[in-house]
């Protein structure tokens, strides 16, 4: 489960549309399964088919984090005209169990949000659930 | 000169669980071997077999990225702070 406040996940769909039709992507801190703030990072593909994201702003909002008490705890990236799920490339390359891979789908009207466990190269959906902070 | 490595929670496991850890080296390329000697888990995560360093992985030595200093030749100093941070990516396909 992802438990996220109402204005982080508003955020997160933000960044998307900010970027769109690019990729949007950033990070996730928090402590295990609860997101305390969100990192808009630079997608250095500036793509609309791919993300790299932007070591240095990984790198400050991994110190960020820590400096609060939190951890990044997840990833999440916009996938602009598909639906959101992890591709492939978003399987071989999570990169670490422990995370939260948070997908935002522009692909209709209305964006979506889903969140995933990646584990062993197996993909779980997990439930998202709104709190008050 | 032992320095001061903050290694990120997908690698920790093979450490103990430490978020950091101190290993010997004048330079960014001997940090790893030594910390790759230490804790045998970590060898293969950070250099490939020819000694260079894996893509997916970045190496910061205090806020800069060692592959726009001198890479692995990156000289260290008493009180610097390296950090192993893990290369994000993905995409649609």
Known sequence: ?133 | MAVEIRIPTVLRPVVSGQSVVKAEGETIGELMKNLGNEYAGLAGQILKEDGSMHKFINIYLNDDDVRYLEKLDTKVSPGDVVTILPAVAGGIF
């Open chain 1, 1 to 133: 489960m992802l438990f996220i406040s109402r204005d982080f996940l508003v955020d997160i769909v933000d960044h998307a549309l900010d970027a769109y039709p690019l990729e949007a992507c950033g990070l996730l801190g928090g402590i295990r399964e609860e997101v305390n703030k969100v990192y808009r990072t630079r997608n250095d593909a500036a793509s609309a088919r791919i993300y790299e994201l932007n070591p240095l702003d990984y790198l400050r909002a991994d110190r960020d984090a820590e400096s609060q008490g939190n951890s990044i705890i997840g990833v999440y990236h916009s996938h602009t005209h598909s639906e959101p799920y992890p591709s492939p490339t978003d399987l071989a390359q999570a990169p670490d169990p422990s995370w939260h891979y948070v997908l935002v789908s522009l692909k209709r009207k209305f964006p979506s949000v889903r969140s995933y466990r990646i584990i062993d190269g197996k993909i779980s959906e997990e439930e998202v659930v709104l709190i008050k902070v």
